[in-house]
Nanobody, 124 residues
């Protein structure tokens, strides 16, 4: 099994930045992604990356503000979050799938492995 551990969450004022990271037990996955879930809302896929090509895919809600990246040597994937808004407050989850897709999906049911989540709170 693949184990994923998120880190880097915290509290920030609106307009600020945070960087969350996900450490994986291995880097055999084809797609890595970040999802988030706020109270009363469905889990939302916000960014995904192909581990082979490095191509990234973003939800419209974060496009231009967030950037996903990978570090193969460290088996990590990170999400740089800029211009944060109170609406970005949520639990952020790292996810992985072992089979490829084009592009890597932002649908939660397409991922088999999940981290425990890290809390991001953006205050006004």
């Amino acid at each position: 099994q693949v184990q994923l551990v998120e880190s880097g969450g915290g509290s920030v004022q609106a307009g600020g930045s945070l960087r969350v990271s996900c450490a994986a037990s291995d880097y055999s996955r084809k797609c890595m992604a970040w999802f988030r879930q706020a109270p009363g809302k469905e889990r939302e896929g916000i960014a995904a990356i192909s581990t082979s090509s490095g191509n990234a895919y973003y939800a419209d809600s974060v496009k231009g503000r967030f950037a996903i990246s990978q570090d193969n040597a460290k088996n990590t994937v990170s999400l740089q979050m800029n211009s944060l808004e109170p609406e970005d407050t949520a639990m952020y989850y790292c996810a992985a799938r072992l089979t490829g897709s084009w592009p890597c999906s932002l649908k939660y049911d397409q991922y088999d492995y999940w981290g425990q989540g890290t809390q991001v709170i953006v205050s006004s």
